[in-house]
Structure formats: structure tokens, C-alpha cells
């Protein structure tokens, strides 16, 4: 294995002091700057990096941020959202030389033991926060711990800044509400009056947000409660087919329904066409978050079309920020776009 270089190789080839080296490299006065040019230039040669741990020890930046999920891990092979939220993240870090340290817990409270311990151990400079809860720990104590933070996707449209939950964290977030209001609307206008919600796993706050949407717009529309509801899932293609299964056996089975994720949405229509049901002739299906999967199925699947890299993006550059001494805000990315196709039409009339 080779070794990697040290402040000793770098002052032996320049001719200089150790001393004269560590002024250098961490930009401290001491030496010319003729001097500092040639020992960075022999550095760069040697391909010399400083010491992350060393730099958090002594108060520097570790030069990387966290993003811990608190999800099943059964629930994260099969999803799109997360790679493509990841990818975005990762293409703002990686032009400014920051590691992504990523780590997969069972649950709230793990995940809140993990930035305690990346706090003391200064192994991040700030952590990136995913699946706001309605009743969620982790914004008063990043705040508490003084650990810099973004809630990616949380707390709904306060208009106020910080994480809409009177914490000092940031937060970037999309409008579900409005979303789903379109996904509603879409569906009435086609002529759909029994409309079930495959929710995602309850107790998240953008899953209260849609439900809640659902039941604001089908009222709105004067749609009766039993007939427009929403079922909570974990997300997978197993929980989501099962449910699908359940509500397609009622008395009055729905005529259409709403997926809160791609994966869901097409377990639920090899499910349909399992049971001989076909899409859309009896039963339309909307697909909250559009992927590959919701193209290439047959049909295809209408779907809410977001750039989730560029969600990524927003979250990873507001962090920066952040760290850069900026103040907490909310920042909210571009609202979702319905696109129909060939998965949603007009109900049968005796249907």
C-alpha cells in the first residue's frame, strides 16, 4: 500500500521548515508568499490532502455533511426518489470538494443518537434532514447541538423562515397540498367519485399534508368522506399491492387511485391486472412521484413530474449557505406538474 504523503515529505522537497509548511497549507502568515506558491505547488505534486480528523480536532471543518435515513432498509432498494435526491446533493458537493457522509438507521430516535455522536466527534460540518415528521425531535435538537441543518421537504408553506416549526433550522420544501389538489381535480373532472389515497407511512409530515389536501379538495368538491380516504403503507411494493388488493374487494371498489410513490403505483397495476380489472377501462391509477418504471409500464402511468435531482440541489446549496453564516430560511422548490396518460380516463357510466 502506498504512503501517503506527510507535512515532513512536502518541507524536505521544498527546502523548508515543517513549520514553514503548516503555515502554508492553513494559510497562516509566516512565510512569503513566494514561499507559500512553492509549497502548495509541491503538495499538489506529492498529492498531499489534509487530515480531516486532525482539521475537526483543532476546529477546522471536516470538509464533509451527514444525511441519516430513518426509514426500513427493505423500503429503499425499489424507490427512485432517494438516488435521484442523493445524485442532486452529491453534484453540488462534489464541485465544492464535500464529502456526503450517508448512514441508515431503524428509527427517529437512532437517527437522532447519530447526529449526537457526529456532533461530539465533529465528523460533519452540518447535516442534511429528510422525512419531516408532524411531531419531530430533530430541528430542536440540531438547534440545541448548534449543528447546522436543512429539513429537506418539510413543514408545509408557513411562509415564514427557519423550519416552519419555530426552530432556527432551514428547510426546502414542495407543495404538496397543491399537488394533490391537482391530482383531485384531475380525477373529478374525469368524472371519478370513488378516489382512494396508497399513502406513504403515516406520521410523516408531507403524508399529513396529502391527506389532509385529500380530504380539504374532496370536501371542497362535495365528494363524501367514505368514498375519497386514504390508507398508510411503508412504501414498498408489497404493502402497496396489498392494499390495493383490499380496497379493489369492497362492495363499492374505488375507480381510481392515488399512489404516494412509483414503485406503489405499479405493484398496484400488475395487481389489477392480476385480478382481470383493467387500467383505465375500470380503474385509473396516478402516480405520485414519475419515474423510468411509470414510462415503461403498459399502460403508462399518469404521474406527477418533479425534478427530484434539482430538489436535491436546492437542499445541498442551502446548506452551503448556511455554513457560509447565512441565515435560516425556507426555500421552496418548483411545484409538481400533472402528466396525464394512458392510465387515467373517464370511468365506466355503470361502474
Known amino acids: 500500500m502506498a504512503r501517503r504523503p506527510t507535512i515532513k515529505d512536502i518541507a524536505r522537497r521544498a527546502g523548508v521548515s515543517e513549520s514553514a509548511v503548516s503555515f502554508a497549507l492553513n494559510g497562516r502568515p509566516g512565510v512569503s508568499e513566494q514561499t507559500r506558491a512553492r509549497i502548495r505547488r509541491v503538495a499538489e505534486e506529492l498529492g498531499w490532502q489534509p487530515n480531516s480528523a486532525a482539521r475537526a480536532l483543532s476546529g477546522e471543518r471536516s470538509g464533509a455533511v451527514g444525511l441519516v435515513l430513518a426509514r426500513p432498509a427493505h423500503t429503499l432498494g425499489v424507490e427512485s426518489f432517494f438516488l435521484q435526491l442523493v445524485s442532486g446533493i452529491q453534484e453540488v458537493l462534489s464541485a465544492e470538494r464535500i464529502a456526503l457522509l450517508f448512514q ?14 457526529w456532533w461530539a466527534e465533529r465528523r460533519v460540518d452540518g447535516v442534511l434532514v429528510v422525512d419531516p415528521r408532524t411531531s419531530d425531535p430533530r430541528p430542536e435538537l440540531l438547534a440545541g447541538l448548534g449543528l447546522p441543518a436543512v429539513l ?15 426552530s432556527s433550522v432551514s428547510r426546502v420544501w414542495a407543495d404538496d397540498t397543491r399537488a ?3 391530482v383531485l381535480d384531475h380525477l373529478h373532472g374525469l368524472g371519478h367519485r370513488r378516489i382512494v389515497h396508497i399513502a406513504g407511512l403515516p406520521g410523516l409530515a408531507h403524508t399529513a399534508r396529502r391527506v389532509a389536501a385529500l380530504r380539504a379538495e374532496a370536501e371542497r368538491l362535495g365528494l363524501p368522506a367514505g368514498q375519497v380516504r386514504s390508507v398508510p403503507t411503508d412504501y414498498s411494493d408489497t404493502e402497496g399491492a396489498a392494499a390495493t388488493r383490499r380496497v379493489l374487494a369492497e362492495p363499492e371498489p374505488p375507480t381510481a387511485l392515488v399512489y404516494d410513490n412509483d414503485v406503489m403505483a405499479v405493484a398496484g397495476s400488475a395487481v389489477a391486472a392480476e385480478l382481470g380489472i383493467p387500467v383505465p377501462g375500470r380503474l385509473s391509477i396516478v402516480a405520485w412521484d414519475d419515474s423510468a418504471l411509470c414510462r415503461v409500464t403498459h399502460p403508462r402511468l399518469t404521474a406527477l413530474v418533479r425534478d427530484t435531482a434539482g430538489f436535491g440541489r436546492l437542499a ?12 435560516p430560511r425556507a426555500r421552496e422548490s418548483e411545484l409538481p406538474r400533472l402528466e396525464p396518460r394512458e392510465s387515467t380516463s373517464p370511468p365506466p357510466a355503470a361502474y
Open 152 to 166: 429537506i421537504g418539510g413543514y408545509g408553506g408557513d411562509g415564514g423562515g427557519g423550519g416552519g416549526d419555530g
Open 104 to 117: 441508515v438507521v431503524e428509527d427517529i430516535e437512532a437517527e437522532c443518537a447519530v447526529h449526537r455522536r
Open 180 to 182: 394533490m389538489t391537482e
Open 316 to 327: 445541498a446549496e442551502e446548506l452551503l449557505a448556511v455554513l457560509a453564516g447565512g441565515p
